[in-house]
């Protein structure tokens, strides 16, 4: 019996849109005040869900403490409280919520084998939501 | 095909135990969650059906139905109970939300007229959930 498990997650961060490829006006005309040079930031919730067959023994698809302390140590730990555009990962990309979800979605394929990763769900807003399963379509 | 979206709340308690591991291993695995004197939830039940639209009455399903078939079978049995004890899919499964959206399922599965299950989704916070696809 398969089935799929969502976690949900929190975290502040704030970002500056700005890419170096374009010019100043090109980046005000694309990011608005997105673009302001001093950030902003958001509330972020993360969603990520796993699946797998619920072993029998403990009714479970993976043990949530192991989840948790993954996302604890690689990812919240990582994101919360700090500015994107500071981090190693974003020093060459802009910290848009679609390249921090997929930033997430590689932090945990490489380094969470507890589970198969099914995709990572990120809202930036409650306004608005980004999802990304590896580069695959959404199975359901 | 459309999809169709009923919800429902629940309460009820809960510990996780499994009587062929150690009370050592009990503890390791389940933690907290192995107290047996349980502790509870308010759990949120989604249910999707899928069907096509019948011409004459404009449903895929009639809800009235959905939400008798749902109390009758899941709350009537679940609501305010202590699923170790009370409900028999856990005599011998451990509670956990991966089990009970399988029990969901297949208390649903056949009672349902017309419309297809396509998906059992349980909340038992709103910061975890699972949903089971009869895979």
């Known amino acids: ?140 | 095909m459309v999809y169709l979206t009923r919800k429902a709340e629940f309460s009820a308690s809960h510990y996780y135990h499994n009587p062929d591991f150690t009370p050592e291993e009990n503890q390791r695995i389940f933690g907290k969650c192995n107290n047996p004197h349980g502790h509870g939830h308010n759990y949120t039940l989604e249910v999707t059906v899928k069907g096509e639209v019948d011409p004459r009455s404009g449903f895929v399903v009639d809800l009235k139905q959905l939400k008798e078939v749902m109390h009758h079978e899941v709350l009537d049995a679940m609501d305010h109970r202590f699923l170790n004890k009370e409900v028999p899919e856990f005599f011998t499964r451990i509670p956990t939300t991966e089990n009970l959206a399988i029990a969901v399922w297949q208390r649903l599965e056949t009672k349902l007229q017309k419309a297809r299950l396509h998906r059992v989704r349980v909340y038992e916070t709103p910061d975890l959930f699972v949903d089971f696809y009869g895979e």
Not at chain 1, 2 to 22: D, P, V
Not at chain 1, 37 to 52: D, K, Q, R
């Open chain 1, 1 to 140: 019996m398969k089935a799929h498990l969502t976690r949900r997650y929190r975290f502040s961060a704030s970002h500056r849109l700005h890419s170096a490829e374009m010019s100043e006006e090109e980046n005000r005309a694309t990011y608005g005040k997105c673009n302001n040079p001093h950030g902003h930031g958001h509330n972020y919730a993360l969603e990520v869900t796993v699946s797998g067959p619920v072993d029998q023994t403990t009714g479970m698809i993976c043990n949530l403490v192991d989840l948790d302390g993954f996302i604890e140590r690689e990812v919240l730990s990582r994101y919360h409280l700090a500015n994107l555009n500071t981090l190693q990962e974003f020093a060459q990309l802009v910290p848009t919520t679609e390249n921090l979800s997929v930033e997430i979605f590689e932090i945990l394929q490489r380094g969470f084998s507890h589970a198969h990763l099914d995709k990572v769900r990120l809202e930036e807003t409650m306004m608005n939501s980004f999802e990304y399963a590896g580069g695959n379509e959404l199975q359901h």
